[in-house]
């Protein structure tokens, strides 16, 4: 128990600074932004040690306060920023496709194929479409597009 104490008494801004530069790393590996409050938590650690504050109670009450803070504040304004920016999330392959057009390769009885960039998706529509036709993404549900007409 004394070598925990011990370890956690050594603790300094450049060991905040190196935890946060970690997590910010595994941020931009993942993009979902939930990484990105616990390494700002982490630097804002590592500031508050380097102007004096290095009692580690303290150091883990003020990183464990602000990510949960922060995650519960930042993450859905930061989502909603985000969201108006571009219109379309990342890390959503199949969201993105919504709104695209592709080439409609063979259709029959509603089902289908359609070429979208260079790539052939299995296509469904309620429409009646046939082969050669561009068509226009309406919803993705797995593998499978809806399509209607442009």
Same mark, same amino acid.
């Given at each position: 128990?004394? #070598?925990?104490?011990?370890?956690?008494?050594? +603790?300094?801004? $450049?060991? /905040? %600074?190196?935890?946060?530069?970690?997590?910010?790393?595994? &941020?931009?590996?993942?993009?979902?932004?939930?990484?990105?409050? *616990? %390494?700002?938590?982490?630097?804002?650690? #590592?500031?508050?040690?380097?102007?004096?504050?290095?009692?580690?109670?303290?150091?883990?009450?003020?990183?464990?306060?602000?990510?949960?803070? +922060?995650?519960?504040?930042?993450? *859905?304004?930061?989502?909603? /920023?985000?969201? %108006? $920016?571009?219109?379309? *999330?990342? !890390? &959503?392959?199949?969201? $993105?496709?919504?709104?695209?057009?592709?080439? =409609?390769?063979?259709?029959?009885?509603? @089902?289908?194929?359609?070429?979208? !960039?260079?790539?052939? /998706?299995? #296509?469904?529509?309620?429409?009646? =479409?046939?082969?050669? &036709?561009?068509?226009?993404? %309406? &919803? @993705?549900?797995?593998?499978?597009?809806?399509?209607?007409?442009?």
């Amino acid at each position: 128990m004394d #070598a925990i104490v011990a370890f956690l008494n050594s +603790l300094d801004a $450049q060991h /905040w %600074a190196g935890f946060g530069a970690a997590l910010l790393i595994g &941020e931009l590996l993942t993009g979902t932004t939930y990484i990105l409050w *616990p %390494a700002v938590a982490a630097f804002v650690v #590592a500031l508050a040690n380097y102007f004096g504050l290095s009692y580690w109670p303290a150091d883990m009450a003020l990183f464990a306060l602000l990510t949960i803070v +922060l995650t519960a504040f930042a993450h *859905p304004i930061v989502k909603r /920023w985000r969201l %108006a $920016q571009g219109g379309r *999330p990342i !890390n &959503e392959r199949a969201r $993105q496709m919504i709104g695209a057009r592709g080439l =409609l390769t063979a259709f029959a009885n509603g @089902v289908g194929s359609v070429k979208i !960039n260079d790539s052939i /998706w299995r #296509a469904v529509s309620s429409e009646q =479409l046939i082969a050669g &036709e561009q068509v226009e993404i %309406a &919803e @993705v549900h797995g593998t499978t597009l809806t399509v209607k007409k442009v």
